[in-house]
């Protein structure tokens, strides 16, 4: 099992273009969480998706679109890159079968906003 | 509001010591408490987690956690640190499965010789 993978690693973009980051899972999970990490802050929930066709904002949505493309995957859009969207962006999953809501994280995606 | 605080932003502890990292939380439900570790450059993983039951909680790589209700406190110790476990260390709170974990803003450990 790979666990979860995310795509691209690295991107530096210019303030205005857009991209998508992409990230997909193969434990069957059901939840899949967006995060962003800055220096001094932890890590601040962008999106989540409780399960195939659902989505919810979670403290920072703002900038960001989402889509659960599938069960294995969720995607995070910058529609229009800002440099206060420099961050480092964490993907990560659930299973829903148990109380506990262990979250399994992406190695991340360095993003650059020039 | 539910939050979660470390108070320690940077702790240096020297090869061999002991260390306890701490962490207090605010949640209205039943809380679901777990740590993470973050090594440079990597994503996070689980170190240990809590539900319900003992209150001392064994986790990976010889950590352990004691939850005390009374304190809102989920402490993360290690009798013996080795250099390897330097990175920053995050506790964070949750509830049922499908929603999302609330982060602490982390702890930076640092191991000297």
Not at chain 1, 64 to 75: A, G, M, P, T
Request: aromatic share 12%; net charge neutral.
């Amino acid at each position: 099992n790979a666990g979860v993978t995310q795509t691209p690693k690295f991107q530096v973009l210019k303030t205005g273009q857009s991209m998508t980051l992409q990230c997909a899972q193969d434990m069957n999970h059901n939840s899949m969480y967006w995060y962003r990490q800055d220096p001094g802050m932890g890590l601040r929930l962008i999106y989540y998706s409780a399960s195939e066709g659902t989505t919810d904002k979670g403290e920072v949505p703002n900038g960001y679109n989402v889509s659960r493309l599938n069960k294995r995957e969720f995607s995070l859009r910058l529609e229009s890159a800002a440099p206060s969207q420099t961050s480092v962006y964490f993907c990560a999953s659930s299973e829903d079968r148990g109380p506990y809501n262990e979250q399994f994280f992406g190695p991340g995606t360095r993003l650059t906003v020039l | 509001a539910q939050s979660v605080t470390q108070p320690d932003i940077h702790i240096t502890v020297s090869e061999g010591a002991s260390l306890e990292l701490r962490c207090n939380y605010s949640y209205g439900a039943t809380p679901y408490l777990f740590w993470y570790v973050q090594s440079p450059g990597q994503g996070l993983q689980l170190l240990l987690k809590y539900f319900s039951g003992d209150t001392l909680v064994q986790g990976i790589k010889g950590f352990e956690a004691e939850f005390k209700r009374s304190q809102s406190s989920f402490n993360l110790r290690k009798p013996s640190v080795h250099w390897s476990d330097a990175a920053e260390y995050f506790c964070a709170v949750g509830a049922r499965a499908g929603t999302a974990l609330i982060f602490g803003k982390g702890t930076t450990l640092s191991v000297s010789s």
